[in-house]
């Protein structure tokens, strides 16, 4: 097996520490993640561009599986290959196996419902959870360069799903039909600049 260089171990470490980080410091599961994400990933490290975020948040929620673990994996494959999927990926998921392992051993649920402190402490979570939703959100609203008729689909898209009607409450008919619209799309703006 090949030596890994020093430079090599270090950014595996780092594709570690910084997914430890999210995935330690993130209530509310994905959708939480996703301003911690792109503040880290394309602010502070530069691993990605804006709208190769954009674009690997997309796929990342289409894909089954955890959203956080699958932009993690993507990002440690274009970085450091398999090593780097692998480090990525137990950065994440460790911090919240380590916490349920803890809360299991620790807290019974007669302990959580009959103490005040740790009441209040996870009464006090949920609106950072809202606000830690709704700004990935409304950064990637403005980063997709949405306007009001652009806006109209996903509130649409949205309220269809909610509505809980039979055919169109399907979210994954959303997403196959999205990608069939991003394909026609883009292959009908590469056929006008062709001429």
């Known amino acids: 097996m090949a030596e890994t260089s020093p ?5 595996l470490l780092q594709l570690f520490a910084t997914f430890f980080k999210i995935g330690a410091f993130t209530f509310g599961g994905g ?45 440690g494959d274009s970085l450091r290959g398999r090593r780097g999927c692998l480090c990525a990926a ?56 949405l306007n009001w008729k652009t806006a109209l689909i996903p509130v649409v898209v949205a309220l269809l799903i909610w509505s809980k009607l039979p055919v169109v409450s399907n979210p994954i008919l959303w997403i196959v039909l999205g990608g069939l619209g991003g394909y026609l799309v883009l292959r009908q703006s590469l056929k006008n600049q062709n001429g």
């Open 31 to 75: 959708w939480a993640m996703i301003s911690i994400m792109e503040r880290e990933l394309v602010d502070k490290r530069g691993w990605l561009a804006r709208e190769d975020f954009l674009d690997l948040l997309a796929v990342a929620q289409s894909l089954p599986g955890i959203l956080a673990v699958n932009i993690s994996v993507a990002v």
């Open 7 to 11: 430079a090599k171990r270090g950014l």
């Open 90 to 145: 137990l950065g994440t998921i460790l911090p919240s196996f380590l916490m349920i392992l803890a809360i299991a051993i620790f807290l019974t649920p007669d302990l959580i419902n009959n103490n005040p402190v740790l009441s209040a402490v996870f009464k006090g979570i949920r609106p950072a959870v809202v606000a830690l939703i709704i700004a990935p959100v409304l950064s990637s609203a403005k980063a997709a360069k």
